[in-house]
């Protein structure tokens, strides 16, 4: 008995360990870590473009580095850093906080030379899970498929001086112990719009929020549902669905989402627009170029455009919401999305924001914000 | 302290029930002025016990009946209702109140510290009265509030105060600038100044042309309806749709003028706002 559970142990071990080698590994489809191999350096052969990708994307999740750069073409033409820096974000982008978390890849064509795949990457990121598709070119070099790495046009910002004269507002507390002597008001701010429709995953009240004041202000915008007898179903408020901080004569969309809440148990809603006087800079400007609205090869209606940082300073993170306007002018949908790398000064990045596939024919007109988030920076 | 006096209230409550037949009395005054001192009478012979109790104090000490009793002006500090109780065989009480004395402080409460100009009962002013023991006075008193802005005569304000409270509302002068309000009550007074800012812009227009580098655009002076300039660091949106897109650059006023250098290729056709105030439309040719 003492022998006999020790090799049952023994064997089974080795049976699982067998099966988690070449069982499960191929079983499954091609969803992150489980395609391919789950232990390092155990890479199956890239026989196939699936496989050739699988493995590039295996080895950049676990950061081994070496051994993603030599899945790649010899005619990629891109440095290993480079190509580490593309992976990993420079300069505080959120890019650089974030890490792979899965993938999926698609083959979009193949030939005996040559083939196209679409990845799907999933990033957790501090501001939650981020998306993003790549199309990828494969090249077959001997018995294995080899990725074609494009070269990255990283803008190079010549030495330069930038002159900076916008405005900045500082606070300053009086000294003045007397009663009433150092009382300056809250910001005026004003709820412009609102809108409140059902989602796919509850429901959302939306619209934009002007600063009247002369003065900067740092904003939130709150809502509580109330149901038919009078008592508050749900608080939330805009979080990282608005510009908090306005300058003057500034508007930004909100956006404020009640997951699973439908609007058909809601009888009011009760809007609060809490503004606070802080000190903020007019700098930097960030220009939105070329905005429109496209259809992605998946069919999907997307606001593209660029972002231009017009000032002198590296904006880390640049964050863009939208407001999308019907033919009447009223807001019916917020969106936001941000930008994964850093706007260095005086260049520019691109963005794109998806709209739901139920409101892309509804909408005529659309306003982009840019908030930004810099290192250093309150 | 609080002990103390609330077991001489008790006391006195109780001697007014029980004992309502006694020897001695106690004359009050009707009402006294904090910090001054004041002078009870009393009636009868032989010794007894004198409480007082009142905001912020209580004590007892032994009397000679008939005699008077000094109760000195630091007791009496603070306005409000006092008791006072004289006990020896039976016990007698009696209450009386402590007003506020002269005003050697007003408080001034100014409401916006901001406002827009040309805005109809926008000010507010709320002036209250207090003695040097930091008693509200009570009393009716002329508070004389004065507004003074740049480049403009005084304007004055009489007012009586009730219960303690003085207070006007008057509109927001035309003129942007520093509103000095000042509150006075014979030799005492106290100043706030709050500020009267620009309004929202009124007859927005911009001016652009395209240069080799791109379209220049500029607003001309941006002004209130009362002429005031809008504060720099005020948003202007310029608004710029060709057959690229939409651009859009949010740029500040600087020096009364907002400036956005756009790239934007072929025919644009451009709009501003400030807020929620529009501007004029302008159509720019695609060749510098």
Redesign the interface.
Same mark, same amino acid.
């Given at each position: 008995m003492k022998i006999i559970l020790p090799i049952v142990l023994v064997v089974a071990t080795a049976i699982l360990v067998v099966l988690g080698l070449f069982g499960l590994g191929q079983a499954r489809g091609t969803v992150g870590i489980a395609q391919g191999s789950a232990l390092p350096g155990l890479s199956e052969n890239a026989d196939t473009p699936v496989k050739a990708v699988d493995n590039l994307l295996a080895d950049v999740k676990r950061r081994n580095w070496d051994r993603a750069y030599a899945t790649l073409a010899k005619d990629s033409g891109v440095e290993e850093a480079a190509f580490i820096q593309d992976w990993t974000g420079s300069n505080g982008s959120l890019r650089s906080f974030s890490s792979l978390e899965s993938f999926e890849t698609r083959p979009m064509h193949v030939s005996n030379d040559e083939a196209q795949m679409r990845v799907h990457l999933r990033w957790s990121t501090p501001v939650g899970p981020v998306d993003d598709v790549r199309d990828l070119r494969l090249t077959h070099e001997g018995d294995n498929w080899k990725v074609m790495w494009p070269k990255e046009q990283v803008p190079s910002v010549p030495a330069q001086v930038i002159p900076v004269n916008y405005l900045r507002w500082d606070l300053v507390s009086g000294s003045e112990q007397d009663w009433g002597s150092k009382n300056v008001d809250a910001p005026h701010v004003r709820i412009t719009s609102m809108n409140a429709v059902d989602s796919a995953e509850g429901s959302v009240v939306m619209g934009e929020v002007v600063n009247e004041d002369t003065i900067p202000a740092f904003v939130t915008v709150n809502a509580t549902f109330i149901d038919a007898e009078g008592k508050p179903l749900d608080d939330e408020n805009s979080f990282d669905k608005i510009d908090h901080v306005l300058l003057p004569k500034q508007v930004s969309p909100y956006r404020i989402d009640f997951p699973g809440i439908s609007l058909k148990n809601v009888k009011n809603v009760r809007m609060d627009v809490k503004a606070m006087l802080v000190p903020a800079s007019a700098d930097p400007v960030i220009g939105v170029m070329n905005q429109k609205i496209e259809t992605d090869p998946q069919g999907h209606s997307v606001l593209h455009g660029d972002l231009l940082n017009e000032s002198g300073q590296t904006v880390n993170i640049p964050h863009v919401i939208a407001s999308f306007y019907d033919a009447n002018g009223k807001v019916v949908w917020v969106a936001d999305g941000y930008v994964e790398s850093a706007l260095l000064p005086q260049s520019s990045g691109s963005f794109g924001i998806e709209i739901p596939k139920n409101l892309s024919g509804k909408v005529q007109n659309f306003h982009v914000v840019v908030n930004e988030y810099s290192v250093g920076k309150a | 302290m609080r002990k103390l006096r609330l077991i001489a209230i008790a006391a006195f409550s109780l001697a007014s029930l029980l004992l309502p037949c006694s020897a001695q009395k106690l004359v009050t005054p009707v009402s006294a002025i904090a910090g001054e001192d004041i002078t009870i009478s009393t009636t009868g012979t032989g010794k007894a016990t004198f409480y007082l109790s009142g905001p912020g104090v209580a004590n007892k000490r032994d009397v000679t009946l008939g005699d008077e009793i000094h109760l000195a002006g630091t007791d009496l500090k603070i306005a409000g209702a006092y008791v006072v109780i004289l006990c020896a065989d039976s016990c007698h009480g009696s209450t009386f109140y402590v007003k506020g004395s002269k005003p050697t402080s007003l @408080? %001034? %409460? =100014?409401? &916006? #510290?901001?406002v827009p100009v040309a805005q109809s009962d926008a000010v507010s002013g709320v002036a209250i009265p207090f003695d040097r023991f930091r008693n509200m006075v009570l009393e009716p008193v002329q508070v004389n509030f004065q507004l003074t802005a740049a480049n403009s005569a005084p304007v004055s304000h009489q007012i009586r105060s009730q219960n303690g409270i003085a207070w006007f509302r008057t509109a927001s002068e035309k003129k942007a600038g520093k509103l000095q309000i000042t509150a006075t009550l014979d030799s005492v007074s106290?100043a706030?100044v709050l500020q009267q =800012? @620009?309004s +929202? &812009?009124c007859n927005l227009r911009i001016k652009g042309q395209r240069t080799a580098k791109g379209i220049e655009l500029e607003t001309e002076p941006v002004k209130d309806c009362s002429g005031n300039p809008v &504060? +720099? /660091? !005020?948003? =202007? !949106?310029f608004n710029l749709s060709g057959e690229? /897109?939409? !651009? !859009? $650059? +949010?740029? &500040?006023i600087?020096q009364g003028i907002a400036r @956005?250098r756009?790239? @934007?290729q072929g025919p644009q056709s451009v709009t501003v706002a #400030? /807020? $929620? $105030?529009m501007g004029n439309e302008l159509r720019i040719g695609g060749q510098p």
């Open positions: - | @408080a %001034l %409460l =100014v409401h &916006p #510290s901001r106290s706030r =800012v @620009a +929202d &812009p &504060p +720099d /660091g !005020t948003i =202007v !949106t690229n /897109g939409k !651009t !859009t $650059v +949010d740029a &500040p600087k @956005a756009i790239q @934007a #400030s /807020g $929620v $105030v």
